[in-house]
Nanobody, 127 residues
Framework: QVQLVESGGGLVQPGGSLRLSCAVS????????IGWFRQVPGKEREGVSC???????YYGDSVKGRFTISRDNAKNTVYLQMNSLKSEDTAVYYC?????????????????????WGQGTQVTVSL
């Protein structure tokens, strides 16, 4: 059974930091691309960042220079370090995975390119 479980969300003041975690079970991070997405009510899901099994990364324009994605293969976990948080970053953050055995998976921030999704974790940036 494939599972993605996000954690680390919460309430933080503007300018603060949070680190989100995505624990992956059911397969290893080999040949796997992990993406972070976020969504607020009434808006489409927005791609935030992604990382491939080879370490390639990509960031949405709204978070470049503030967010950093990383992975720990031994723990089958991907992280999203979020710094200099703004009120506009408030959203439910989702972890997603695309697994392609035997091939390299390219970077992508398109939700349709992912097969598995976590339940999300709420991030609220407010005073």
């Amino acid at each position: 059974q494939v599972q993605l479980v996000e954690s680390g969300g919460g309430l933080v003041q503007p300018g603060g930091s949070l680190r989100l975690s995505c624990a992956v079970s059911g397969f290893s991070l080999d040949y796997t691309r992990i993406g972070w997405f976020r969504q607020v009510p009434g808006k489409e899901r927005e791609g935030v960042s992604c990382i491939t099994s080879s370490g390639g990364t990509y960031y949405g324009d709204s978070v470049k220079g503030r967010f950093t994605i990383s992975r720990d293969n031994a723990k089958n976990t991907v992280y999203l370090q979020m710094n200099s948080l703004k009120s506009e970053d408030t959203a439910v953050y989702y972890c997603a995975a695309k697994h392609r055995v035997g091939t390299v998976v390219a970077v992508s921030l398109a939700a349709v390119e992912y097969d598995y999704w976590g339940q999300g974790t709420q991030v609220t940036v407010s005073l």
